[in-house]
């Protein structure tokens, strides 16, 4: 005679597996995929890549003393409530080795939030300091007050005031071995009001762009793309995907 279950630990049941689900949910939700790019000194690129991030604990360190005596970190470390642009850094700095030693400082978290000191060895200081900036505007808020959403384009830059402008290359949907293909290259102010970019360097291009921030690129095999422009921040990197390859090589800025 098969064995009857009570009701009440069915339910009981079912109402924890509805519970963890619910929990895994939220815990889920609150992750996003965003994009990110690091530059340093003279628009080298220390690191660029799309990573999930949620909240997190952001460390701030006793040799972050960039701003002078009595400002280094106290070495506490600061949670988020939700993903955000210095927590993707501070995600990112744990797996990549271009950016450790990430020290950021809280000696001033009361007035301006915390401050970054220095991103691998490329640190703040003089005229130099970090900006952000995400989807193309400087959001004029300390990095763990800026909330991310999925999707986001977050870069973090060493530069000096009035900041650079940023660099962002289109490229078409495919193209073909050994035919030449147009691509533009556009700047953002801190605003994000975009113009073409006239004078910018892209890899693999014969010529800098024309006045319509164009140029021709030709490619016999799958190449990262980069623009750059003097002093403006260098484009997120660009694989362009060849037509009939079945791969997609876009880094998806």
């Avoid at 073909?176 to 910018?200: H, I, L, M, N, Q």
């Avoid at 164009?214 to 260098?234: C, F, H, I, Q, W």
């Amino acid at each position: 005679m098969p064995r009857l279950i009570p009701f009440r630990l069915v339910a009981a049941c079912g109402l924890a597996l509805i519970l963890l689900l619910s929990t895994t949910a939220v815990a889920s939700a609150k992750n996003v995929r965003a994009h990110l790019l690091v530059v340093g000194k003279a628009g080298k690129v220390l690191a660029e890549k799309t990573i999930s991030t949620g909240p997190v604990a952001i460390p701030t360190s006793k040799a972050a003393t960039c701003f002078g005596a009595g400002t280094a970190g106290s070495g506490k470390k600061y949670p988020t409530k939700s993903p955000t642009a210095l927590g993707l850094l501070s995600q990112a700095a744990k797996s990549t080795k271009a950016l450790k030693p990430l020290s950021i400082t809280d000696a001033f978290v009361d007035e301006f939030g915390l401050g970054i000191c220095g991103v691998g060895g490329a640190k703040a200081g003089g005229k130099l300091s970090w900006y952000l900036k995400v989807n193309h505007k400087n959001p004029n808020r300390g990095g763990e007050q800026v909330k991310l959403k999925g999707g986001d384009e977050v870069i973090w830059a060493l530069a000096g005031f009035p900041y650079p402008d940023e660099l962002a290359l289109t490229v078409p949907r495919t193209i073909d071995v050994g035919v030449p293909f147009k691509v533009r290259v556009w700047s953002y102010d801190e605003k994000g009001k975009r113009k073409p970019a006239a004078g910018a360097k892209v890899t693999g291009a014969a010529k800098p762009t024309g006045g319509d921030g164009s140029t021709m690129v030709t490619l016999n095999a799958p190449k990262l793309l980069r623009a750059k422009r003097g002093k403006d921040l260098p484009s997120p990197g660009v694989r362009p995907t060849f037509a009939g390859s079945g791969t997609n090589y876009a880094l998806g800025w």
